[in-house]
T-cell receptor, first 107, second 114 residues
Framework: QQPVQSPQAVILREGEDAVINCSSSKALYSVHWYRQKHGEAPVFLMILLKGGEQKGHEKISASFNEKKQQSSLYLTASQLSYSGTYFCGLRDDKIIFGKGTRLHILP | DAGVIQSPRHEVTEMGQEVTLRCKPISGHNSLFWYRQTMMRGLELLIYFNNNVPIDDSGMPEDRFSAKMPNASFSTLKIQPSEPRDSAVYFC????????????FGQGTRLTVV
């Protein structure tokens, strides 16, 4: 079952923060986050496995709620290089991706 | 390792023709996924294999689509006959089977059916 991502698109100015949400109707083994630049393949950002987990570095981080049904990606003090489409992927055995969140960073 | 290798990178074909997309996964990865990406539908999972065996092909849109993985280092996705609505970017990705490991994507094949 496809995860639901929100918002569909975000426009920010450089230095602003963004939050991208991903939710599922059932608890899952893990959540993956990927970023895709225009014309390129998706690139892995991070995986969260445990309920209540938070990980990442200071500028890009993510959380996984206790019930393992919702994850959020946090982009802090955004840079131009953060532009792209962000996908969450829910994995049991296969990986099912949400429809993506398009992020545009303006100088 | 060179990563996941897909060929061709671009394919333009006429409606009704057969199209074969190819993928070489990362050595040692035992899961392989085929995705189709369009603006409307995003990244759709078409089929995935574990240890060369097709596990779930419920995403394959029609009988015109077929996929094979004859060995651990090669997979094909075939469309016969092709239609204009098949135009999309097709990605192959590979992973170890454990859920804690990420998928690595190939550069994709941009298919245009005219």
């Amino acid at each position: 079952q496809q995860p639901v991502q929100s918002p569909q698109a975000v426009i920010l100015r450089e230095g602003e923060d963004a939050v991208i949400n991903c939710s599922s109707s059932k608890a899952l083994y893990s959540v993956h986050w990927y970023r895709q630049k225009h014309g390129e393949a998706p690139v892995f950002l991070m995986i969260l496995l445990k309920g209540g987990e938070q990980k990442g570095h200071e500028k890009i981080s993510a959380s996984f709620n206790e019930k393992k049904q919702q994850s959020s990606l946090y982009l802090t003090a955004s840079q131009l290089s953060y532009s792209g489409t962000y996908f969450c992927g829910l994995r049991d055995d296969k990986i099912i991706f949400g429809k993506g969140t398009r992020l545009h960073i303006l100088p | 390792d060179a990563g996941v290798i897909q060929s061709p990178r671009h394919e333009v074909t006429e409606m009704g023709q057969e199209v074969t997309l190819r993928c070489k996964p990362i050595s040692g990865h035992n899961s392989l996924f085929w995705y189709r990406q369009t603006m409307m539908r995003g990244l759709e999972l078409l089929i995935y294999f574990n240890n060369n065996v097709p596990i779930d092909d419920s995403g394959m849109p029609e009988d015109r689509f077929s996929a094979k993985m004859p060995n651990a280092s090669f997979s094909t996705l075939k469309i016969q006959p092709s239609e204009p609505r098949d135009s999309a970017v097709y990605f192959c990705a590979s992973s170890t089977r454990q859920g804690g490991n990420e998928a690595f994507f190939g550069q994709g094949t941009r298919l245009t059916v005219v």
